[in-house]
């Protein structure tokens, strides 16, 4: 989908709102500028109404465009040529949090803290507000130890990981393997819906 540009003052006097009035002022406006949109989002994503992000972007679109944020919604229909094979690879949620903790310790000993100190001027950047980078922001701008900070992004990765489980655990397309399934299994499988 194509949308037109926002002016920043726009986005600026949303955030401001927001950060003063709370999430019901996103889902306010959003239902008062797009009702219809709202009700489609209510019905079928309903946790969509608490992403605060996502919100302030449907809404940033409405007062930028005057129009509603569904009217820019599949313009062009994409017609694909071909049906996806969907595969999910699962594992036990110990080894998916340890491998997490491992991951995280890894990027902290490839220099994590000296390119989130290099973004220190850009921190309220909406981009930067990503598990990792807040952390870090937060130990830098001394409100916890560097130990707090590590710990954090850690828990709020495994969060995301669960919540992005559940979520794709909706999709019944998903063929699920175990993460240790030899790969000619998964190949198998794969070759037996190409046709």
Known sequence: ?????????????????????????????????????????????????????????????????????????????????????????????????ERINLRVDQMMEKGLVQEVTALLGEQDNNALQTVGYKELFAHLNGNCTLTEAVDAIKQNTRRYAKRQLTWFKRNADIQWFDYQSPTASILDYINSKRN
């Open 1 to 97: 989908d194509t949308f037109p540009p926002i002016e920043v003052s726009i986005r600026e006097s949303i955030q401001a709102h927001y950060a003063a009035q709370g999430i019901e002022y996103l889902q306010n406006e959003l239902k008062r500028l797009d009702p219809a949109y709202y009700q489609t989002i209510q019905t079928e994503n309903p946790q969509t109404l608490q992403n605060p992000q996502r919100l302030m972007r449907f809404v940033e679109v409405c007062v930028g465009t005057k129009k509603p944020y569904s009217s820019f919604l599949q313009q062009v229909s994409v017609i694909r040529n071909f049906t996806p094979i969907l595969i999910g690879l699962d594992a036990p949620r110990e080894v998916l949090y």
